[in-house]
């Protein structure tokens, strides 16, 4: 298979925006409200928003293109939790995979590239927020080294939802 991890760059935010959306709803969809799911996506996802998130220096967006198209994609951010200590602590804020992608390798070629680049950064811990239910993406990242730090808030359209932080050394 033919795969190339890189940077997200201005012409990708369309495309970027419809997986984005695609891949958040095809993963939370089935377990939240069709109102809830509408107006995170409606606020998080669009050309114009992933256009200012690719431009935004504090933020390292990443694609994995397969045969031409988009199969996934990572976001790196700079950021801090009250939970964890860290001088220069990084979020690996996304982390999505096409469906027709999963278990191809997709997801552990966009985790090596996001470590790479908090490293190159020079983050101290790097973290993410994953839902409690989301059980896939856990055993994803524990074998990727994430271990259990702490919990936060993850606001879904009107509801409260708890994601685990996990953290390691990048």
Not at 77 to 96: D, G, K, M, N, V
Request: aromatic share 8%; hydrophobic share 45%.
């Amino acid at each position: 298979m033919n795969r190339t991890v890189r940077a997200a760059v201005a012409g990708d935010a369309g495309a970027l925006a419809a997986l984005a959306e695609r891949t958040f709803r095809d993963t939370f969809g089935a377990h939240n409200s069709a109102a809830n799911m509408d107006l995170h996506c409606a606020c998080t996802y669009g050309a114009a928003i992933q256009a200012d998130e690719i431009a935004d220096p504090e933020r390292t967006t990443l694609v994995a293109e397969t045969a031409g198209r988009l199969a996934g994609y990572g976001q790196l951010r700079w950021s801090a939790t009250p939970c964890l200590s860290a001088i220069r602590p990084a979020e690996i804020q996304r982390l999505y995979v096409d469906r027709p992608w999963h278990g191809r390798g997709v997801a552990q070629a966009l985790m090596a590239r996001l470590l790479a680049a908090a490293r190159e950064r020079g983050a101290d811990l790097v973290w993410l927020g994953v839902w409690e239910h989301n059980l896939r993406a856990r055993a994803f990242y524990r074998k990727a080294g994430f271990a259990e730090a702490g919990d936060h808030v993850f606001r879904l359209g009107d509801e409260d939802q708890r994601d685990l932080v996990l953290a390691r050394v990048p």
